[in-house]
Nanobody, 118 residues
Framework: QLQACGGGLVQAGGSLRLSCTGS????????IHWFRQAPGKEREFVAV????????RYLDSVKGRFTISRDNAKNTVYLQMNSLTPEDTAVYYC?????????????WGQGTLVTVSS
C-alpha cells in the first residue's frame, strides 16, 4: 500500500516536498515512480528511483528542479520540487513496481494535489 502526501498550494517559484510511504511489503524491493496528471491532460511520468536509490530518471521538463530520493529505513520516497511553475499543477501519484523502467507500474497510491499559482 502506498500513501502520497505533501501537496498543497504554492506560488510560482516556490517549493514543495512530496512524500510516498509504503507498507505491507519490503519497500526496498520496489522501484518507486512519480506520475502526474494535470486537468484535461493525460497522466505523465515525472521521476523514478531504483530500489537502492542509485538510479534516477526524470521528465525533461523537471530536470534540475525536481529531485527524487528515498529512505528505505523509513519506507519513504521523496520528491523535492523547486522552482515550481503553474505548468507543474497536477495531481501527483506515486507508484511501485519491481521494474525500474516501466510506464505502467503495478501498485499505485492515491494522488496528492499540487497547485502552483502565478
Amino acid at each position: 500500500q502506498l500513501q502520497a502526501c505533501g501537496g498543497g498550494l504554492v506560488q510560482a517559484g516556490g517549493s514543495l516536498r512530496l512524500s510516498c510511504t509504503g507498507s505491507g511489503r519490503p519497500f526496498s524491493t520496489y522501484a518507486i515512480h512519480w506520475f502526474r496528471q494535470a486537468p484535461g491532460k493525460e497522466r505523465e511520468f515525472v521521476a523514478v528511483i531504483s530500489m537502492s536509490g542509485t538510479v534516477t530518471r526524470y521528465l525533461d521538463s523537471v530536470k534540475g528542479r525536481f529531485t527524487i530520493s528515498r529512505d528505505n529505513a523509513k519506507n519513504t520516497v521523496y520528491l523535492q520540487m523547486n522552482s515550481l511553475t503553474p505548468e507543474d499543477t497536477a495531481v501527483y501519484y506515486c507508484a511501485a513496481d519491481l521494474k525500474i523502467f516501466t510506464t505502467a507500474p503495478n501498485y499505485w497510491g492515491q494522488g496528492t494535489l499540487v497547485t502552483v499559482s502565478s
